[in-house]
Every structure is written in structure tokens, then in C-alpha cells.
């Protein structure tokens, strides 16, 4: 299984940036995708989850309103749109897939069996 997660950048505070991932070695249509992210010396943390079909999208409170986490079940990618970006949205963020039957919560990282190996978002004020 490969999540391969692209499109970090340097942006200024108030812009927007939009996350790849391209999922290959799974079946992309099953797998729940998330994003979580991981700021210098500060744990990971979820940001967005969304469901196998698409029908449910979950959100931390932190990014409710500014980010959205579409997904494109033909072309095995999920996105994550980021608007009205803060310096405090700083991070590494990984991409990661829940297949059906794992278990564990959308919002922990314990609830994900596939990890991307991460994309940089700096965010200048």
C-alpha cells in the first residue's frame, strides 16, 4: 500500500493550499482516508476524516469551516482544501487510510493501518 500525499508549500496567513493523496495497493473505494498533522514537538493530531462512500465528513474543531476533505473514488485520491490558513496551521501532514475492518476510532491514530509518509505546511503570519 502506497498513500502518496503532495502539494505542502510556504503560504502567508488568510491564503489557501489544497492536499493531494494518490492511494495505490488498496481498494480506495473501502478505505475511510484521513489526514492528521504533526507540528515540531507537539504530537500528531487528527485534522479531517471522511468516510468509504464519501457520505460523512468529520472535522477537529481547530479546522471546522476552513477545511474540507473531498475525495475521488475513481481516481483513488482524497484532498484537503484549506482555507483562511493560521500560522498555527504549521505542520507535517499525513495522509492515512482505515480499512473496513480495522478498528479503532476516524479520529485516532490508532484507528489507521496505512500512513503516507507526510507533506510540510508552513504557514507565514
Known amino acids: 500500500v502506497q498513500l502518496q500525499a503532495s502539494g505542502g508549500g510556504l503560504v502567508q496567513a488568510g491564503g489557501s493550499l489544497r492536499l493531494s493523496c494518490a492511494a495505490s495497493?488498496?481498494?480506495?473505494?473501502?478505505?475511510?482516508m484521513g489526514w492528521f498533522r504533526q507540528a515540531p514537538g507537539k504530537e500528531r493530531e487528527f485534522v479531517a476524516a471522511?468516510?468509504?462512500?464519501?457520505?460523512?465528513?468529520y472535522y477537529a474543531d481547530s479546522v471546522k469551516g476552513r477545511f474540507t476533505i473531498p475525495r475521488d473514488n475513481a481516481k483513488n485520491t482524497v484532498y484537503l482544501q484549506m482555507n483562511s490558513l493560521k500560522p498555527e496551521d504549521t505542520a507535517v501532514y499525513f495522509c492515512?487510510?482505515?480499512?473496513?475492518?480495522?478498528?479503532?476510532?476516524?479520529?485516532?491514530?490508532?484507528?489507521?493501518?496505512?500512513w503516507g509518509q507526510g507533506t510540510l505546511v508552513t504557514v507565514s503570519s
Open positions: 471522511i468516510s468509504a462512500s464519501g457520505g460523512n465528513t
Open positions: 492515512t487510510a482505515k480499512s473496513r475492518a480495522f478498528g479503532g476510532a476516524y479520529y485516532s491514530t490508532n484507528g489507521y493501518n496505512y
Open positions: 495497493g488498496l481498494t480506495f473505494s473501502t478505505n475511510t
